[in-house]
């Protein structure tokens, strides 16, 4: 027997303000939606009109102008299927994050999101008003409540729309990657499932957009809470649900559930769709990047080619008088594994020529940072010189760990366009690159295995280690995640286990270099605090973190 109810979910990567282009996507997918699925709904993610989120670019007379016709043409040319169209909605003087229900040239109903996020990288309620009105469509025989995001997370509107008959929940998602989120998801739905007993369809929004990545991973639960069918993670699908109804009830019928990934192969999704997304949708030909020999740049190399392809990918050794044989013979066995055009330009002339520009200025002052920094403006010279002259967009490769001490040089190897692993803690870079390795298998590593075990070091002066400056990073990346996700106080982190004085000395670094930060390129966010969108403290305070 054929079922109930087809619903296509559409889980597509949409484009931030390119209303044409997303309204021409939606179109196109309504129609494949009903002549190759034979489905009678087709529902998209969160405001794929205006592409999510849009931020200020609501406030822009021409968004508004775009959104009307897009909408106008999706109802137009929507015929012969219902579709679930999240959009802007301007009324009433106001905006509304909105989702439009049409068929056949008409709009069978409207939704407006009742509960607005404004917490961590959301601020929903600097552009839009709540909704309070519940919405419900029968379709196929089906009463078919339509909610939004924000509105799952809470008990109210999926109360009230199965207090009005609903048999079941779809539910329109523009909902943003950081670990273990998925599942954090799937326990929220499933508490509503409980509340309601009615099934849900969750459709969420895919892609990267600036430091956020939008992971998929849409799925359909029953009124028991099990998951009976759930799309991959980090790649677009158009995927039929078939629904039937027994004797009252909406019973999905099970189809594909894609395994949950591991944390470390989610995080390495995130990290390539977050990078293949930044790098496309602004149309750069492809990146060049300094490849130093070190661990961070080789997993961001690793990033770039798995993103974009070899071929657009331009990796950059650019030694000094400090830069060990082990650094260069790696760097380029690591750019010869993975195919990637490999150049060697010394920077040790030009080097040599500011410290000679700068003899009488410095007279009299020994060497310090201002040297090794100096390197460091050497290299990024270089790399944006290559990236003005190719179109290629640079990539940074400092990690969370050195950007919440400074342990970066501004203009230096923090100059760049993107910054992929800028929210990975130094231990987390490690446990990705044997995660790599892992998964390439010992005949062809992708990282050499040399760049993981040795101790890590800037080069930057003889014999350095980052441990000269730092604290070992055993030690170091749990003070941050402790005062950086959690913002426990230095005794609360002493009283974890570590020593005060080092505590105090971490937490003041992090404060010290928060202009650093400001100045740093965006990165992808992967923990539940970035430094971005999630963090913003002031640069100009008086706050003694160390009392």
Known sequence: MPPTLRIAVAQLDLFVGDVEGNTQRVIDTARKSRDELGAALVVFPELALSGYPPEDLLFHAGMRRQVTRGLDRVRAETQGITAMVGYPEYADGTIYNAAAIVRDGASLANYRKQFLPNYKVFDEKRYFRAGTETTIVTINGVKV????????????PALAAAAQGAQLLVVSNGSPYSLNYQQRR????????????LPVVYVNLLGGQDELVFDGGSFVMNGAGDVVQRLPSYREALVPVDLDLVEGKVVPRPGPVEPLPSEEASIYGALVLGVRD??????????????????????????????????????????????SQMSLDDAAAQARNLGVRYDVISIEGMFESALAALTDVFAGRKP???????????????????????GRMVLTTGNKSETAVGYATLYGDMAGGFAPIKDLSKILVYRIARFLNARAGVEKPVIPQRVIDRPPSAELREDQKDSDSLPPYEILDPILELFIEDDLSVDEIAARGFDRATVGRVLDLVKRNE?????????????????????????TSGYKTSR
């Not at 080619?305 to 008088?321: E, F, Q, T």
């Open 368 to 390: 310090d940072t201002t040297e090794e920094n100096i390197q460091s403006r050497c290299r990024g010279l270089l790399l944006m010189a290559i990236s003005n002259k190719t």
């Open 278 to 323: 930044y790098v496309n949708k602004h149309r750069f030909p492809g990146i060049v990047l300094g490849l130093s020999g070190g661990i961070d740049s080789a997993l961001t190399l690793a990033i770039a080619v798995d993103a974009l392809g070899a071929d657009r990918v331009h990796a950059v050794m650019m030694p000094s008088r400090y830069t």
């Open 145 to 156: 409540a339509f909610l939004i995001c924000e509105d799952i997370w809470e008990r109210e």
């Open 186 to 197: 799937e326990s929220v739905v499933r508490e509503r499932v409980r509340d309601t007993g």
């Open 515 to 539: 202009y650093k930060r400001r100045q740093a390129p965006p990165g992808i966010r992967i923990s539940d605090r970035a430094f971005g969108r999630d963090w913003r403290y002031p640069i």
